[in-house]
């Protein structure tokens, strides 16, 4: 009888209209299924990016020398096989733009946001369906035009990532920014109205979406992560987007937002009284935030996943909480530490010196706190706990260096040298690839039913960890030693030629690194057909999600969606039979709920 | 040759890992492998993570070893940069400080409570004590490093026109620099891009009916005499570039329409550095390189690289454009009399210029 109950119940629900294959796997509303649309799009874009900046390192390690692979993959940007000034240039602004925003922000953001806000809060699927749809093409058709700047006659966006005007604005000053600047920004306005979309939802959802005892204090640390970085990135996109669009207007129709008393090839050009730093402001105050709308869901990713593999509560739940606000907060006003040189006021340098360092406050105490989680458990090496413990690691290294180049004074020295190349591939890039990992290896069997090998995790997860430190560690020194970054070759300095060695080093460790992602590749796309199947919940977690059933549902629980009678740490708490008790379960007698 | 190689050895790791796995799955073999961790991954991988942590300090302690002569924490070569290699010594050792223990915690808690069937994790969710004490030191430590950044950082900003420095322009251009001296009244003429004539070889734009201008001086070389204050006003006239001064601690981004400034004090002349010893093995070092680079070079036919001597640069150290990687120019500290002997040779602005 009940059975028939909630079987009408469902069908109540309106989940049971008949799907077709374009519904189904193209233009679906599932939340399910387009987490694993941002997925894939995200790993093809990572691919890309990550085969540009093994080309930025073959020519910083052997610069002017011929390579076949330069000749196969840029054609007559290599005449026989010698990269093309200019061409280098716009790979290392490709390879920026394609990491940060579509690997990172997207492809993290998008895809767990997507799987696990309606799955951990307990709900049906998102705010709108519809919305979440919209704004997954419209980050595919972000993706398509960026790949289509690529093939543009006069080459992609090279103005670096950070895009700074009059270089950005000025076909004179540099070919690529003709056309391939224009697609850049057109790709970049319809991202961020994508970002802004899918941002909107999150936070909706988890508002107003929580099943029934699903108090905000009792959401996975994951749910925090992704509402915090919705929020920032509410507050924080629209200000880039005014700024290209300003940029576009400098370009197109004669503005002078950012350009004044320029001179070049010969002539004078019209502008008067705009100023590039006031760009500066504009495009940091997305791009500081920006680093944290990466690193929070790796963050939040890693504290679930430490947690279940550690068997452990996480330690100071409400101290991570507040952690991640306080984050949120002082990375908004905290832009102006990559203007220290800038020209800007010298005592608004005081000012974003004393925010910046304030920010190792809640890292410290994030950093501490996951290591006590560890502390005492009974740790389970899933390959997604290795990453997790592999993104404290890098993110401390990374971290600290922070502690530097957030410090005006030692700012000046090392600023865009290769000592901030290293900085912030450890403490961004390296440790929200780790945090994207330890997701993918965590939920893949709730995104694709089966299982990952995990001995082809294991592999991938040494190499990946031992290259990374080979690659970054010594890249701070040769930044110690003055060299700076987003130089074609060195060798007009002969003052450089003892670094030529730690090059082709760091350059030997890309390769092997970049080399052994092939693994999960094929792991990944093996995996979807042919993976072990998993069982309903493989780690054991106590979360909402691994109560959904294996089989991918709309509405994703048959029936009733389960109450919540606890918080979502409790592993291995004295009285229970099990390690681990799923939030669904009510207390027992007597059992009192912790409050923390 | 280099890429043939490099595909080799890219394709004998492809068969490395793929061996490796083989050896992993045939390990799995007999098990019911459920693709979760066992006691045998978690030993295995606990182990590892103490090689993981041998591995971190074994590749710091090779880098300092190696390269750790850290040209930018010695061998300051201005006023201000003393205090700035302070800061960064002083920052540096509590970075590698907190480093090597907090590396050492997590890599070895991981170790050692590395899983096993039947045990149980201590409960332990929270303990304020613990976390006050972790807020707090950060907080005490970097209140410390934050008040001796900001003092550092105020005195090197304040240099003034009121301190008689020594006026230089320096205008970036792609891709090259030039200096301009303001003569002897020390008072730049006023400049503007609008005004760039070069049929009158005006490159600079300098203002021609400005008095100031008249004993202005145009070179392609900054000359420093030791011991001075000097003042530098950066423009640029196309896009940004960041004038980078690496031995005199020095940095300052040349805006379009703008002007910014940075001013410093040299303290050691280009002679008296080659003299030193750190710069007498680096150079030493790096002919050495050289000299082995050329080898190749010259059995391709081409010319052999010249021998490397030290000097003072100014790098461009903001993306600018194709030729980034090579706008450079040399800057001389030297005596004052050498350096007044210097500039009377120079062409003053109101004659360097073309009449026509």
Known sequence: ?596 | MTALLTIIVLIFITVAIWQMVKIFDLANANNENTQVANDKDNRINGYLMMVFLAFIYIITIVCFVKWGDLPLMSNAASEHGVKVDNLMIISMSLIFFVQTITQFLLHYFAFKYKGEKGRKALFYADNDKLEFIWTIIPTITLAGLIIYGLFTWNEIMNVSEEDDPLVIELYAQQFNWKARYAGTDNTLGMANVRLIDINRANILGVDESDPNAQDDIITTEVHLPVGKLVLFKMRSQDVLHSAYMPHFRAQMNCVPGMITQFGFTPTVTTAEMRQTPEMIDKVANINRIRIENSKALVEKGEEPLEPYEFDYLLLCNKICGKSHYNMQMKIIVETQEEYDAWIKEQKLFKNSLVQN
């Open chain 1, 1 to 596: 009888m009940s059975e028939h109950a909630d079987t009408h119940a469902h069908d109540d629900c309106g989940h049971h209209h008949k799907e077709t294959f374009v519904t189904k796997y193209i233009f679906s509303q599932d939340h399910k299924m387009i987490a694993k649309q941002y997925l894939i799009t995200g790993t093809i874009m990572g691919v890309i990016g990550v085969i540009m900046s093994l080309m930025i390192r073959m020519q910083i390690a052997w610069p002017e020398e011929p390579n076949v692979i330069f000749e196969a993959l840029l054609g007559k940007w290599a005449p026989d096989g010698v990269m093309d000034a200019d061409i280098y240039l716009a790979l290392v602004t490709i390879h920026g733009t394609i990491m940060v925003f579509f690997v990172l922000t997207a492809g993290l953001s998008g895809t767990f946001s997507n799987l696990l806000i309606p799955l951990q809060i307990g709900a049906r699927d998102m705010a709108s369906g519809l919305l979440n749809m919209i704004s997954y093409w419209m980050f595919f058709l972000s993706s398509v035009v960026m790949i289509i700047s690529l093939f543009v006659e006069a080459g992609p966006a090279s103005a670096g990532w950070t895009i700074y005007p009059p270089l950005s604005a000025l076909p004179l000053a540099q070919a690529g920014s003709g056309m391939g600047m224009t697609l850049w920004l057109v790709s970049m306005a319809i991202f961020i109205a994508s970002s802004l979309l899918a941002s909107l939802n999150y936070i909706v959802t988890i508002i107003n979406l929580r099943t029934k005892g699903m108090s905000m204090t009792r959401l996975p640390l994951t749910i925090w992560a992704f509402l915090v970085t919705a929020i920032i990135g509410v507050v924080s996109f629209p200000v880039l987007l005014s700024a290209a669009l300003l940029l576009i207007m400098d370009r197109s129709f004669g503005t002078s937002f950012f350009l004044s008393d320029i001179f070049i090839q010969g002539e004078v050009l019209h502008y008067q009284g705009g100023s590039p730093v006031l760009f500066e402001h504009l495009f940091w105050f997305l791009g500081h935030p920006e680093v944290y709308i990466v690193i929070l869901p790796a963050m939040g990713i890693v504290s679930e996943v430490i947690a279940t593999n550690s068997r452990k509560p996480i330690f100071g739940y409400r101290a991570m909480i507040a952690a991640i606000l306080a984050i949120a907060f002082l990375s908004t006003i905290v832009w102006g530490h990559h203007m220290f040189v800038s020209g800007m006021n010298p005592f608004l340098g005081s000012v974003f010196t004393f925010t910046t360092l304030l920010i190792a406050i809640p890292s410290a105490i994030k950093a501490f706190n996951w290591i006590t989680t560890i502390w005492k458990g009974n740790i389970q090496f899933n390959p997604a706990m290795l990453f997790s413990i592999g993104l404290v690691s890098t993110f401390i290294s990374g971290g600290l260096t922070g502690i530097i180049l957030g410090d005006s004074a030692l700012d000046i020295n090392v600023h865009d040298t290769y000592f901030v190349v290293a900085h912030f591939h450890l403490v961004m890039g390296i440790s929200a690839l780790y945090g994207m990992f330890a997701g993918i290896y965590h939920w893949y069997p709730k995104m694709f039913k089966r299982m990952l090998n995990k001995n082809l995790g294991y592999v991938h997860f040494w190499i990946t960890a031992i290259c990374a430190y080979g690659v970054f560690f010594p890249m701070h020194f040769i930044g110690m030693a003055g060299l700076p970054r987003r130089y074609y070759t060195n060798s007009n300095f002969p003052l450089f030629d003892d670094l030529s060695d730690v090059n082709v080093i760091i350059t030997i460790f890309a390769l092997i690194g970049g080399v052994a992602q092939l693994v999960f590749l094929w792991n990944f796309f093996y995996s979807i057909f042919y993976g072990k199947k998993t069982v309903q919940n493989p780690w054991k977690s106590t979360t909402l999600e691994w109560t959904a059933p294996i089989k991918h549902i709309h509405g994703n629980w048959e029936g009733e969606i389960p109450h919540v009678h606890r918080w979502a740490y409790d592993y291995s708490k004295p009285g229970h039979d099990e390690d681990f008790v799923p939030q669904n379960v009510p207390l027992k007698e007597g059992e009192e709920e912790l409050q923390h």
